[in-house]
Every structure is written in C-alpha cells, then in structure tokens.
C-alpha cells in the first residue's frame, strides 16, 4: 500500500506519541466487503503494506479503535485530528490505481523443464555436442566435416596442419550459451601460449573472424588481463578471475546479443556479452567496439546471424577439450 504514505505516517507517529493509550486495535476494512481484518498491534511503517489480503478489489481504510485509555486533553485533540483526516485519506485511496493495473497476465512464458543437474541442457536448448560425434560442426575454412578428435566424452582440438577452427553448421543471433572446456593438467608454456582456444560468440569469417571469448589457462599464468580467460579479447577485462587449476572442467555460460545493423550496413546497435565464468560474473552485458582484432582497434563488420566458433590455436601447448554444449536461442 505505497500509496498511503500519509496514512502510514499518521500511524507510525501516533504509535510512538500517544503514550497514554493503553490499549488499542486497529482494523482494516475492505471497501468492497471482501474482507474485514483486525491487528492488536499497530501496523508498522513500511509493514502495513503487507497485511491486506492479496488481490482484494477496491481501496481500503484503515479504523482506529481505542479503548481504555487515559488521555490529557491535548492527546484527545492529537485523535480528533486524527479523525478529521480521515475523510482525506479515503479520498486518496479512492484515486489510487488498484494493484491490478499493474499486473500482467499474457504473453505466459513457455514451460521449459531444467536439466536434472547443474549445467544439464534444459528441454528447449540444442544440443551442440554431447559426447558422441561433431554432427553439428564443421571446418570454419572449407565447412568440410569437423575433424576435431572425440575422447572420453569431449571433443579435443586438433592442432594438426590444415585442421583449423571449426563453428556450428547452424547460425545464430541472439543467444544463451552453455559451454564446458579443460585445460590439460600437464599443460605447458605461458602468457598466451599455454592452453591458449576460443569462444567465437559469432564467427563472421574463416580463420578467427568474429566475436572471441578467450579461452586460456589463467590458473597461474600472467598475460595481458584484456587477453586472459574470461575477457572478450583485447575488449573487456574480466571482473573476476575464476580460474580452476589445469585439469579441473570449467564452464563458460553465456548471454550473447548480436549486434544489429541498417541496410546500408551501418551500426545501428552494437552487440552484448554477460558471461558467467564457473558461475562468476565476468563479463556484465559488456557493449563491444566491434569484432575481435589482434591488432588494432575493434571495428563492426554487418552480418545477421552467423555460426559459433571454437578455436584452434596455433601455440604448441597441449591442445584443450570441450563438452557438454548447448544453446538456447533467444526471442
Ligand atoms: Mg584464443
């Protein structure tokens, strides 16, 4: 009942004035007969709100009710005063909106059934792997068949000559992500060449063309915080390292809204990343410059809806893992 502050005011003042009151009720009447509720206390301010019946129609007025009291005759012009408002307030009440006004019932949102555990694809997401083969990627050069490895349940990069980045046969827009990768525990090198991939958000050419989530050890390797795991390369700098040691699955989900451009291929809205990293906020609806360069500044390049793409980078280290992707295209 936010729309009674002066009543609520006038209530919480005389609880704490009228000292002479020994015992008191007060009542709230329904205007529209549903309902009548009593208090032995005085309604607080800030808690009165909350003692009304939800969805009753109609404003409501509160009554005082007092009895046994021993009262100077100041005190009784303080509840005269009282009572001479009260037209007042039922006025006020009577203008204000009812809560229903407020409520939206349509469009309901579809029943979509979570996964059974954490990090599960719910009922609506497509599959993007699972563990059992690369139907739904390819080349991100030639779109031949990917011909990343399968091992044990998660797909490995292949970092042999002429293998490459793949993406997703499906293009995308807007987006949510759920993407799980290892860095090898017996990983070596440093900076950015130690379990060095990549979450292309929307690839937008061959090679590493398009939006990169990095993909690094960051457990215990200094690089260029814009370049580490969690950052949109060379964009954003996370807002937290959330690494787990090599070896330890990791997970990245994401929310991705495209950018949006005019016909004549001008920017007309830039694009958006929210990225969790092992359920840490990193990236907060950060606003990208355009897409990923690695040298020079970021600029946009118009597209509609592309691919999403995983890196195989050329560092020697030993090459990292993905399992357990899905995605939910968003409306
Ligand atoms: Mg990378």
Same mark, same amino acid.
């Given at each position: 009942?936010?729309?009674?502050?002066?009543?609520?005011?006038?209530?919480?003042?005389?609880?704490?004035?009228?000292?002479?009151?020994?015992?008191?009720?007060?009542?709230?009447?329904?205007?529209?007969?549903?309902?009548?509720?009593?208090?032995?206390?005085?309604?607080?301010?800030?808690?009165?709100?909350?003692?009304?019946?939800?969805?009753?129609?109609?404003?409501?007025?509160?009554?005082?009710?007092?009895?046994?009291?021993?009262?100077?005759?100041?005190?009784?012009?303080?509840?005269?005063?009282?009572?001479?408002?009260?037209?007042?307030?039922?006025?006020?009440?009577?203008?204000?909106?009812?809560?229903?006004?407020?409520?939206?019932?349509?469009?309901?949102?579809?029943?979509?059934?979570?996964?059974?555990?954490?990090?599960?694809?719910?009922?609506?997401?497509?599959?993007?792997?699972?563990?059992?083969?690369?139907?739904?990627?390819?080349?991100?050069?030639?779109?031949?068949?990917?011909?990343?490895?399968?091992?044990?349940?998660?797909?490995?990069?292949?970092?042999?000559?002429?293998?490459?980045?793949?993406?997703?046969?499906?293009?995308?827009?807007?987006?949510?992500?759920?993407?799980?990768?290892?860095?090898?525990?017996?990983?070596? *090198?440093?900076?950015?060449?130690?379990?060095?991939?990549?979450?292309?958000?929307?690839?937008?050419?061959?090679?590493?063309?398009?939006?990169?989530?990095?993909?690094?050890?960051?457990?215990?390797?200094?690089?260029?915080?814009?370049?580490?795991?969690?950052?949109?390369?060379?964009?954003?700098?996370?807002?937290?390292?959330?690494?787990?040691?090599?070896?330890?699955?990791?997970?990245?989900?994401?929310?991705?809204?495209?950018?949006?451009?005019?016909?004549?291929?001008?920017?007309?809205?830039?694009?958006?990343?929210?990225?969790?990293?092992? *359920?840490?906020?990193?990236?907060?609806?950060?606003?990208?410059?355009?897409?990923?360069?690695?040298?020079?500044?970021?600029?946009?390049?118009?597209?509609?809806?592309?691919?999403?793409?995983?890196?195989?980078?050329?560092?020697?280290?030993?090459?990292?893992?993905?399992?357990?992707?899905?995605?939910?295209?968003?409306?």
């Amino acid at each position: 009942m936010g729309s009674l502050p002066v009543y609520r005011l006038l209530l919480h003042w005389q609880e704490g004035k009228l000292a002479g009151i020994r015992d008191f009720r007060y009542a709230r009447y329904v205007t529209d007969g549903a309902e009548w509720r009593s208090s032995s206390r005085a309604p607080q301010a800030g808690r009165a709100a909350n003692t009304g019946s939800r969805g009753a129609s109609g404003g409501a007025l509160w009554c005082m009710l007092i009895s046994t009291m021993t009262l100077q005759p100041v005190k009784l012009l303080v509840i005269a005063s009282l009572l001479a408002v009260g037209p007042a307030i039922a006025a006020q009440e009577a203008s204000t909106p009812n809560p229903q006004a407020t409520e939206a019932w349509s469009p309901v949102p579809p029943v979509v059934t979570p996964g059974a555990t954490m990090g599960a694809p719910p009922s609506d997401a497509i599959i993007l792997f699972d563990g059992r083969n690369l139907n739904e990627w390819v080349s991100a050069q030639d779109h031949t068949p990917a011909r990343w490895l399968i091992r044990d349940g998660a797909m490995v990069v292949n970092k042999a000559p002429g293998v490459g980045n793949i993406e997703t046969r499906r293009r995308f827009r807007d987006y949510q992500l759920h993407i799980e990768w290892r860095i090898p525990a017996d990983v070596t *090198g440093s900076g950015q060449a130690r379990g060095n991939s990549g979450v292309f958000l929307a690839s937008t050419g061959p090679g590493d063309g398009g939006y990169e989530l990095q993909v690094l050890d960051s457990y215990s390797n200094s690089t260029y915080v814009n370049g580490m795991a969690g950052s949109l390369y060379k964009q954003s700098i996370p807002l937290a390292n959330a690494a787990r040691r090599p070896g330890r699955w990791q997970a990245y989900d994401v929310v991705w809204t495209a950018p949006r451009f005019n016909s004549d291929g001008s920017l007309k809205r830039p694009a958006y990343a929210t990225v969790f990293w092992n *359920g840490v906020l990193v990236d907060d609806h950060f606003e990208l410059k355009g897409q990923t360069l690695y040298i020079g500044k970021p600029f946009y390049k118009a597209y509609d809806e592309a691919p999403i793409k995983l890196q195989a980078h050329g560092d020697p280290s030993q090459p990292i893992s993905f399992r357990n992707i899905w995605v939910r295209e968003l409306p």
